[in-house]
């Protein structure tokens, strides 16, 4: 088994649907560490050497948050560059991460088609999301490609919301009990619900 963790970064969650949804169904899951980071540090003030602690403690790092100005919300940036440090993280000595996953779990409010050459965003969802890819690699983390809602603002008119966390469940569940298939998941840009890349169980 693999041990899991999930960092929660939501400045507005008690106004999100899908968030809120995706919280409840990863609190649910026996064995999965939640942190919700707003609320373990409001005003910001970090603590570096718990939050090393907790990496070193588990095998695949989970981070859950809305897409804000295509990056991650202000406390998670900050989180990064407290405790990704120079000689723990990376650099000379900073080997700690080595071998352990990134995974991301984001909702944007911009549909698929948004998110691609001809439309408005001009870019695909990976391309906002290179520093935190380039931020495994240089910690020699294996990063996973991107668990996505899009349309979460409408998600609950078309019933996405459900699916979604759904497979938010079985995504968790599938890092933990390791029958998450990374080979077959390097040859994706992005998992949705609908497309998980899973093996059987040995």
């Not at 560490?33 to 373990?40: G, I, K, N, W």
């Not at 050497?49 to 989970?62: K, P």
């Not at 897409?67 to 940036?77: A, F, G, V």
């Not at 407290?82 to 409010?109: C, E, P, R, W």
């Amino acid at each position: 088994m693999s041990r899991v963790i999930v960092y929660f970064a939501h400045p507005g969650q008690r106004h999100s649907r899908a968030n809120s949804a995706m919280v409840k169904a990863a609190k649910t899951l026996e064995g999965i560490t939640f942190v919700d980071l707003y609320a373990e540090y409001p005003r910001h003030d970090i603590d570096v050497e718990r939050e090393q602690r907790r990496l070193l403690d588990h095998d695949v790092i989970v981070f859950q948050f809305p897409l804000y100005w295509y990056s991650t919300p202000s406390l998670l940036k900050e989180w990064q560059d407290l405790v990704l440090q120079h000689g723990f993280a990376y650099g000379h000595g900073g080997d700690n991460l080595t071998g352990k996953s990134m995974v991301l779990a984001i909702t944007t409010g911009g549909s698929e088609e948004a998110y691609t050459s001809a439309g408005y965003q001009n870019y695909p969802i990976r391309s906002f999301l290179y520093p935190l890819e380039q931020t495994a690699r240089l910690c020699g983390m294996t990063f996973v490609p991107p668990y996505v809602l899009f349309s979460a603002l409408q998600a609950d008119e078309k019933g996405a919301i459900v699916n979604h966390t759904s497979g938010y469940t079985k995504l968790l569940s599938a890092l933990q009990d390791e029958t998450f298939d990374f080979a077959k998941a390097e040859q994706q840009d992005t998992m949705t619900f609908s497309d998980l890349p899973m093996r059987e169980k040995a």
